[in-house]
């Protein structure tokens, strides 16, 4: 592994076009390009973004044409995903092939549970390279595969068929023109007490059997009028009556998508959503107007949910996903004695993590700030500043170096 520090390089390379061409030699040698950076208002720092400059300027992007690219960021995750989602878009201007970032909080490898975070993504990297690719057994599993499928839908129905002959695992079809869903959700707020919908169909059956009920998820529609066809929305809305409880957490999912172009960036964005705010593990969407070969991949998404089936990966929450659980937080907080099952399932899972229970760290940060106001500490501090506050991370590498 080559490793560049362009934060720190930035000033010499617009000096020296000889340190950037030496640079662009070990792109073409590479394998993977991994950019790491923290995120700064809402993207990469700037020193990244002027180096992205340099190679467009002095016409070098063809170094990374066809080379695989991922991303490692750190933040207390306040527009993150657009950080990614801008190496993203640079890395397909390029001729890039994108792997999932992980989008870490700055602490995250400081727990446990950050740390196989991060193992997680490691593996995911490993998988899509082909390094380590073995066949998962998934003869026991079992996936939903939720449509809105008709006669006439060939394209949909093609990718369906591809997808399954890919799969070992049991899959149950679920077709949302063929169940009893008399009306949509009608805002009666009965289930905030109940935890059930009033109107009696093949709803709620449903919701239990394919949805929670299930090893994975495969979502396979049709994008008409920038969305899924209304019955979708009418299946999406009567789940209101689960409230804002995550009921697939860690369940890998996956979409096909039949007329979905790449100009639906609000539907793809709300797909993303919906997968960070669920907390469950997006293995991809493929659509049969983005990408080329549509058939190669929907057997790779195939291949991925069964991985993922078998592996169970994980991944940090990103910005959708933080946000919009605080907001559903804040409310059930405020509406618990009448959002009662929101209530229970919340506290249940310890999900009311409001910052003043975080005592001591509140403390410190009163400590702290006393002691900096002396200019005496200050001037001692401050130089070694960011020295300090690595300090823990590279005793967690060094332990994690000496296990091997």
């Known amino acids: 592994m080559t490793c560049y520090h362009i934060g720190q390089s930035i000033q010499s390379l617009e000096r020296k076009l000889d340190k950037l061409t030496e640079m662009m030699e070990a792109v073409r040698e590479s394998d993977l390009v991994l950019w790491v950076y923290p995120v700064y208002t809402f993207s990469v720092p700037f020193q990244v973004m002027r180096w992205i400059e340099l190679i467009v300027e002095n016409n070098l992007q063809d170094a990374f044409s066809g080379k695989w690219m991922s991303q490692i960021s ?15 878009e640079i890395g397909k201007d390029w001729g890039m092939r994108s792997i999932p970032g992980h989008l ?73 023109n063929e169940i009893s869903m008399k009306a949509g959700c009608l805002g009666c ?30 979502y396979a529609g049709n994008v008409e009028n920038h969305w899924f066809r209304s019955v979708w929305k009418k299946f999406d809305d009567r789940q209101f009556s689960n409230g804002h409880r995550m009921n697939i957490v860690g369940r890998p999912i996956g979409y096909l998508l039949a007329g979905a172009k790449e100009s639906e960036s609000n539907f793809l964005d ?14 991809g969407i493929v659509s049969d107007q983005v990408g080329g070969n549509t058939t190669e991949q929907t057997e790779t998404l195939a291949k991925k949910v069964d991985w993922a ?13 933080v946000g919009g659980m605080r907001v559903f937080r804040d409310l059930i907080y405020e509406s618990r004695g009448f959002m009662r099952e929101d209530h229970r399932f919340y506290r249940k899972q310890n999900l009311y993590d409001f910052p003043h ?29 960011k020295k300090t506050m690595i300090q823990p991370y590279d005793k967690i590498l060094e332990q994690r170096r000496s296990k091997g």
């Open 74 to 88: 750190t933040s207390r995750h306040f527009y993150d995903h657009t950080a990614s989602r801008y190496l993203e």
């Open 104 to 176: 870490a909080d700055m602490q995250d490898l400081l727990k446990p549970e950050g740390q196989v975070r991060f193992e997680s993504y490691l593996e995911e990297i490993e998988w899509e390279m082909g390094v380590t690719k073995p066949e998962a057994d998934v003869s026991a599993k079992q996936i939903s595969l939720i449509t809105d499928l008709l006669e006439g839908d060939e394209s949909l129905k093609e990718m369906i068929e591809v997808y399954k002959k890919n799969t070992t695992a049991k899959i149950r079809v679920l077709n949302l």
């Open 189 to 218: 707020l009965n289930c905030a007490m109940s935890g059930e919908c009033v109107i009696k169909d093949d709803f709620q059956v449903s919701l239990q059997s394919f949805v929670q009920d299930s090893d994975a998820i495969v």
């Open 270 to 283: 709300v797909l993303t959503a919906r997968a960070e705010v669920g907390h469950v593990y997006l293995c």
């Open 309 to 321: 089936m078998v592996q169970h990966p994980e991944r940090p929450v990103n910005f959708q996903g």
């Open 357 to 385: 229970k975080k005592r001591s760290t509140i403390l410190q940060g009163y400590l702290i700030g006393w002691m900096m106001k002396i200019p005496a500490i200050r001037r001692r501090v401050m130089p070694n500043l």
